[in-house]
């Protein structure tokens, strides 16, 4: 089915370690981004693309990278984690060109939790 | 003061009851989208709207850009529709962002 893969869906980790968050769609969408969503805060912003090889950072990017060398991936980077990126982590995509369509399709999200 | 406010952000009701969550926003926007998100659950988008009423089913978006406000009814409210409703705001500046609510948990009991 079209839409949005999110891998992994559950993850624990220990600070200090890295690892890469798994998104990859296959709408032809053009803009890709990722989300955190925290009791009480909301879903925030972390990274988002408007197309191969352009990114730009978000409300929280701190600790996180990113890349899309591809239309189709956007892998999430977190470079060492700390317990404060214990988060539901959510990636989505949509058409961005002017007069298409805005709509957005979300990944079944990542549960992270660091120890 | 947050761009996105929601209310109310917890709702209880019984089960057929019309429903309705209000959302505002104070910033200018090229598109309002409603998700839903049921518990444990992946966010699925329900509207996007851009002016007047969407509806789909028993679920009915509304949006008036003059007032900045936008409402989402459930008529005939069933179990299943228990979930957290987002409202989510798509920025007009610069690059393609949207700006999230707090979420309203609605809860339908039998």
């Known amino acids: 089915n079209a839409g949005v893969t999110q891998t992994p869906k559950f993850q624990v980790l220990k600070t200090g370690q890295s690892m890469t968050l798994q998104c990859a769609q296959d709408m032809n969408h053009e803009y890709m981004s990722w989300y955190r969503q925290d009791p009480g805060m909301g879903l925030r912003l972390i990274h988002y693309?408007?197309?191969?090889?352009?990114?730009d950072q978000g409300e929280v990017p701190n600790g996180y990278n990113v890349s899309r060398s591809t239309t189709e991936d956007f892998p999430l980077r977190l470079l060492s984690a700390a317990p404060s990126q214990t988060s539901v982590y959510f990636c989505a995509s949509s058409s961005y060109k002017a007069g298409r369509d805005y709509g957005y399709t979300f990944g079944s999200g990542t549960r992270l939790t660091v120890v | 003061k947050n761009e996105v406010e929601q209310s109310p952000q917890n709702l209880t009701a019984q089960e057929g009851e019309f429903i309705t969550i209000n959302c505002s926003y104070s910033?200018?926007?090229?598109?309002l989208h409603w998700l839903q998100q049921h518990p444990g659950g992946g966010i699925v988008s329900l509207f996007m709207l851009s002016s007047g009423k969407k509806k789909h089913g028993r679920l009915i978006a509304t949006i008036n850009i003059q007032e900045k406000h936008s409402s989402l009814h459930i008529t005939a409210s069933h179990p299943r529709d228990s979930a957290v409703y987002i409202c989510?705001?798509?920025?007009?500046?610069?690059?393609?962002?949207?700006?999230f609510g707090q979420g309203t948990r609605l809860t339908i009991n039998p």
């Open positions: 989510a705001a798509l920025k007009v500046q610069g690059a393609q962002k949207l700006v």
């Open positions: 910033v200018g926007i090229s598109a």
């Open positions: 693309s408007v197309g191969a090889g352009i990114t």
